[in-house]
């Protein structure tokens, strides 16, 4: 009996590899249980990196000696709507940060008052989830102290970065939890390579949360609002690529 | 199912109990992990099909292996040496991907789900991989079965096991019974070489872990250095299960799976009866 089990259990496991190495993956790929069970994956991923690693431990940081002499730009690179060009046009004089959500104070701040305040300079490293990686020199405003100046509720779980560019109308937007938010290295970077950050870049403002990849790392940032909950934002999944192509949430790996 | 006499040592034609349910089981799954992980890999690969040494590289880096091609030709190009693959690599059935659908899982282009099928599964070679490793130390199976003798090792002895692998005389009779010491150096090799460093090469390609452990970086030379060594592992990896299967079909197929399968063996009979 049990080495009918057995063979049994063994002949299915040859079929599934079988099936995999044909067209057919892609149907079992698809469906949703294999979807789910995938899933599973995801979270416990994400689970045991929290368990075995030191979660306020600081990306490294690199000499200028170690930066990239050319560091590429992705995704949108000169955001579509009116508004943003009249901005860029000005240098961003009008322009304001929005600071909104579960806080007390909202905030609506200029670039010139985000750049007289403290900021940090570090020289970091940007991966892409496709594998190429970019060290680069960024300056800003800690997040913290955007945080603190609107006093974040203790009612908020997600701080969410809404930006001026979109795919296809649908607005980029991003999402980190308040580790990640409140931790040293997670700037608003308005400097790039000792010059002010270029629109190519993500002008006027670019956040930066080393330790995770680089569709983290949203560009064009006009907003930046404290939530509860991602559910009632874009289509509930953290960002843009979360929701588009089901790029994972947790891009720490 | 006949099982060795007691009164003689087990010769040519006897039926074996050769490999343990632990091995077996290992066998298997880390058999389905390391296909899966290959063909996701390969997938994810094809996102960004160029590799680089230290700890940047990007499009205007200099790669010392990429896969492209032209528009009409696939190529593979190492440092400076550019060999054509279209049909294979680069350019297959009119689509310009690194590694062709056939190969890759999803077989579409799909980053997302091909690193969510990567990440799943190799937890399926970790879990697994660990407890193996621990039973077989416990179980004594590396110390007896897996390690060379340094008998074994002597250059005359390694020597004349690589001439009868290439005139393809395996071992038979009571000698057939245990790995020979090419089977052993390559199992070794990719158990506690190949296997550990594919693990550790991947995660020195995680942001997250990076920063919790930046030893990491030290000891691959960088994230793009981890990556350039988790894809020749990979590549090494995929040689080793090519030449263990031919090795499996030259050495008779059927009584192979069934010992891997229900752990029975039936010795190869002695070349002079």
Redesign the interface.
């Known amino acids: 009996m049990t080495l009918l089990t057995r063979r049994r259990l063994i002949g299915s496991l040859g079929v599934g590899a079988g099936g995999l190495l044909l067209s057919g993956c892609d149907r079992i790929a698809a469906s949703p249980k294999v979807q789910d069970v995938l899933g599973l994956g995801e979270g416990l991923t994400m689970r045991a990196q929290r368990l075995v690693t030191d979660r306020t431990a600081l990306a490294r940081e690199f000499a200028a000696s170690d930066m990239s002499p050319v560091f590429r730009t992705n995704g949108n690179t000169m955001p579509a709507s009116d508004a943003y060009q009249a901005h860029a046009a000005n240098g961003f004089a009008d322009w304001r940060l929005q600071v909104d959500g579960l806080v007390r104070r909202p905030q609506k701040v200029s670039l010139a008052q985000i750049r007289a305040m403290p900021a940090r300079t570090q020289i970091t490293r940007h991966d892409c989830v496709e594998g190429w990686s970019a060290i680069g020199k960024w300056t800003g405003l800690p997040l913290k102290l955007a945080l603190d100046a609107a006093g974040v509720l203790p009612s908020a779980r997600y701080v969410v970065f809404h930006c001026a560019d979109d795919f296809d109308g649908a607005p980029y937007y991003e999402s980190i939890d308040l580790i990640d938010a409140y931790h040293p290295q997670t700037i608003l970077a308005w400097g790039m390579n000792d010059q002010l950050l270029s629109v190519g870049h993500g002008a006027p403002l670019r956040l930066r949360v080393e330790r995770q990849l680089g569709y983290k790392q949203a560009k064009y940032v006009m907003r930046v609002e404290a939530v509860d909950s991602l559910a009632r934002i874009g289509a509930g999944k953290g960002g843009y690529w979360e929701d588009s192509a089901d790029y994972q949430w947790f891009a720490a790996i | 199912m006949a099982t060795q006499p007691i009164d003689r040592l087990p010769a040519g034609g006897d039926l074996i109990y050769r490999q343990r349910r632990a091995v077996r089981a290992w066998h ?1 799954l880390n ?2 992990a390391v ?2 992980l290959l ?1 996701s890999g390969m997938m ?2 094809n ?2 099909p ?1 590799l680089y040494w230290g ?7 200099m790669p010392w292996l990429e896969i492209g091609s032209d528009g009409e030709r696939g190529y593979l190009r190492v440092a400076s040496i550019t060999i054509p693959t279209t049909g294979v690599l680069g350019l297959a059935g009119g689509e310009e991907r690194a590694f062709p ?1 056939l190969v890759t ?4 282009y ?4 091909a ?3 990567h ?5 399926l070679l970790v879990v697994p991989g660990l407890l193996f490793w621990f039973w077989g130390f416990i179980s004594r199976h590396v110390q007896r079965d897996l390690a060379p003798t340094a008998e074994e090792l002597r250059p005359t002895s390694l020597w004349q096991d690589i001439k009868d692998h290439a005139r393809l005389r395996f071992h038979t009779g009571e000698a057939a019974r245990r790995y020979n010491v090419l089977q052993k150096l390559s199992y070794v090799g990719v158990i506690f070489g190949l296997l550990p460093i594919m693990v550790l090469t991947g995660l020195t ?10 030893w990491l ?1 030290d000891l691959y030379g960088g ?2 250095s981890a ?1 350039s060594i988790h894809f020749i592992c990979a590549a090494l990896l995929a040689a080793f299960i090519v030449v263990h299967l031919v090795m499996v079909l030259l050495a008779g197929p059927i009584n192979e799976l069934r010992s891997i ?1 229900t752990g029975w063996y039936r010795l190869p009979k002695e070349r002079d009866q």
Request: glycine share 6%; charged share 10%.
């Open positions: 298997w058999a389905l296909i899966v063909m994810i690969f996102a960004h160029h700890q940047y590289g990007a499009n205007n880096d659908p899982i999803p077989s579409g799909n980053l997302a789900a690193r969510q099928w990440f799943f599964f190799a937890w390609m995680s942001p997250g872990i990076d920063a919790a452990w930046p970086l994230r793009q990556r399968t």
